[in-house]
Every structure is written in structure tokens, then in C-alpha cells.
């Protein structure tokens, strides 16, 4: 599963523009078994949110189901919330607003069934400014008092 894992990975990095040279690195990295599993998720994480503007929009849900399946496997049901958290804000920040508006939407769904709370505050801000920008003034509102 760490193989295809890892090609996976491999493969989505090779539509970016980062250089061989890195992906090699990145593989190098990701096979050395003394990482632990969260390290693994963390460098994940850290690809999604680095390559945000640099990867198709195809490329990027692909790196995020694969974050969630990993996620999910290794019992860390708050991570998949938080990369989408993480993302709404990438999106803010680049005049992305509408993919801001959907990143933040699934990173509330999916913090309020894990029932973590650590990212929500944030999560219904990005929410309610990113709507409230796009001119749904009563769902910003709603967002943004939760």
C-alpha cells in the first residue's frame, strides 16, 4: 500500500513544476522506513499546500483523497479538515474565491463530524468572509457568528 501510496504521489508531483530532481528526493524520503506514519501525512499535507497554485485542480483532489485515505487509515480523523482549512486559506489568499468557499465548506463538514473543534472557528471565518465577498451577505453572517 506504501508503494502505491508513494507512486501515486510520485505521479501527481511529475504535473507540477517542481523538478525530477525533488521528486526523486521526495521518494528517497518517503521510502526511508524510519519515518513515521505522521511524517508521512505532514509531508502530504505540506505538497498540497505548497504546489496549491502550481498543480491542475485534478491533481490537487487526487493528492487530497489520497491525504484522506491516509488519514483515515492511520486513525486521524481531525487531518482531513484541517488540509481543507489549510486550503481555503491558500485560496483566500490567491483570489481563489469560489474554490476557497468549497475548501472551507468541506473542512466544517468534515471537522464537525470528527467532532474537532480545533480548526472550526477558523473554517466558519474563511467561510463567512468568502461568501460575504461573493455577495451572500446572510450565509457570511451565519458562517461567520458560528
Not at 473543534?117 to 461573493?134: K, P
Request: aromatic fraction near 10%.
Amino acid at each position: 500500500m506504501h508503494h502505491f501510496i508513494a507512486f501515486l504521489l510520485c505521479f501527481i508531483l511529475s504535473f507540477g513544476v517542481s523538478a525530477q530532481s525533488d521528486v526523486d528526493s521526495l521518494w528517497a524520503q518517503w521510502q526511508n522506513e524510519q519515518l513515521t506514519d505522521s511524517i508521512r501525512l505532514e509531508a502530504l499535507t505540506e505538497v498540497a499546500r505548497e504546489l496549491y497554485a502550481e498543480i491542475t485542480e485534478d491533481s490537487l483532489l487526487a493528492l487530497v483523497t489520497l491525504h484522506d485515505q491516509f488519514a483515515w487509515q492511520q486513525g486521524l480523523e481531525n487531518a482531513p479538515g484541517n488540509l481543507r482549512y489549510a486550503l481555503a486559506d491558500k485560496s483566500f489568499r490567491t483570489n481563489k474565491l469560489s474554490a476557497g468557499r468549497v475548501w472551507a465548506t468541506e473542512a466544517i463538514q468534515l471537522q464537525e463530524e470528527a467532532r474537532d473543534t480545533s480548526g472550526l472557528l477558523g473554517s466558519y471565518r474563511i467561510g463567512g468572509i468568502l461568501a460575504h465577498i461573493q455577495g451572500d451577505q446572510l450565509e457570511g453572517m451565519r458562517l461567520w457568528e458560528r
